[in-house]
């Protein structure tokens, strides 16, 4: 009987155990593997969180770190958007997405940098670490030290576009803190984050920020994925001079994201006449780190059963049709192919709202007017600035260089082509074509 009692209180000991066990488990593991957060961008004050601090692979989101570094070399005067870097092997060999210039190509700083924050491209992000800081490693470290600099103390890097990694890690919470140190720090740049589109030859590619042009007051940032992470997107909106920063990390797909973006930019514009009555979230510096490892959600989001796996190293949401036939290309590329028609509208279908009370969040694609991007040093007329009345020209020589070019909004705004017009808010928009009158002909009678 004793025996019996003390083999009873140890298999009670050891529940115990196991469920003390247990329990921590599941407190440091993130709910439905999805982590978001939402702050003001001017007072930094936290206004909705869940998972915000939990250790997260940042995906292509990494990309807001080297263009902050990139405008930091630029204002520390190491480099200028007219500065010209090369392609190298270790560039050229990135998986997608990217541009696929050859080894040896030369591309400016200025159209390196709009190449990486709307197409997303691998290859120029390692093309501008290796050209500001001589190796990738190097870079990294910078990016790495930087970050704590900022606060963001959970964030590692070991490369500088984010394709995978294991030592590649940031939070919910760093990415909001990047996102406002890039407004903060370098304001008059703000244009690089909000490029609705590229053209280079004639290829034409939206920026994979779907929220852009769709959702009223957006102007940012940056989208990410891969299998590991989910899906992953920083988000910024303005409306009445008020600016909000969202991130949303590990959604299931490119839809599920800017639904929750736009969902978490709603629910801060709109006012709350209980809100008094919730906690104060505090200020995003002070949201306490979790010690833990990041979820690999790579069985999740691309396992057998998806009936259509996401690709591991690329954003799948926004790349321009070339054949009129799909939303993506095979490749991923820019630099090999550019000879196919441009479609400057469509409706981006993976967004349609999963239920009836989103339908209203996200409008229809419209037309864009697109960036003009190319290899080789600035050229003398250049077609690719378009920055807002009284912000900063991207550079130097394109300061100088005369009037916007007729692919910038402001100019088209400014002297619509006869194929175009402006609306109520000064953008660009098609006029319908006036119809043939039909030809008259006219017998006239002579008198004798």
Known sequence: MKFIRAQAVGIAAGSLVFGSIAAAVLAATPAHAEAFILIDASSGK?????NATYPWYPASTTKLMTLYMTLSAIRDHRITFDT??????????????????????????DNALKMMMVKSANDM???????????????????TDTAHRLGMTETNYVNPNGLPA??????????AMVARALMRDFPQYEFYWHIPAIKFGKRVVRNYNPLLGRYP????????FICASGFNMVATATRDNKTLIAVVLGAPSGAARAIKAAELLESGFTQNPLAWLTPSLGSVEALAPIDATPPNLKDEMCGPHRKRPAAEDEDVDADASTDGDSATTSDSTMGSSGDATPHFSFLLSALRA????????????????????????TRAQPDVADTKPGHAKPSATEAAAGPWSPLSSSA??????A????????????????????????????TP
């Open 354 to 377: 999963p239920t009836p009370k989103n339908l209203n969040l996200l409008s229809d694609a419209g037309p864009v007017t697109p960036t003009v991007v190319y290899t080789g040093p």
């Open 125 to 143: 992000a390692v093309m501008l670490a290796e050209g500001i800081s001589g190796s990738i490693d190097g870079f990294s470290q910078e990016m």
């Open 166 to 175: 294991d030592g590649q890690i940031t939070s919910a919470r760093d990415l």
């Open 217 to 224: 007051g957006a102007n940012g940032m940056k989208t990410g």
């Open 419 to 446: 194929a175009l017009g402006t609306d109520s808010s000064g953008i660009a928009v098609p006029l319908p074509r006036p119809r043939p009158r039909p030809h008259v002909h006219l017998k006239l009678q002579t």
């Open 46 to 50: 936290v206004l909705r969180a869940e």
């Open 412 to 417: 088209l705004a400014a002297s619509p082509p």
């Open 84 to 109: 010209l870097f090369t392609v190298s092997r270790n560039a050229n060999a990135q998986s997608p997405t990217k541009m696929g210039f050859p080894v040896g190509t030369q591309v400016t700083v």
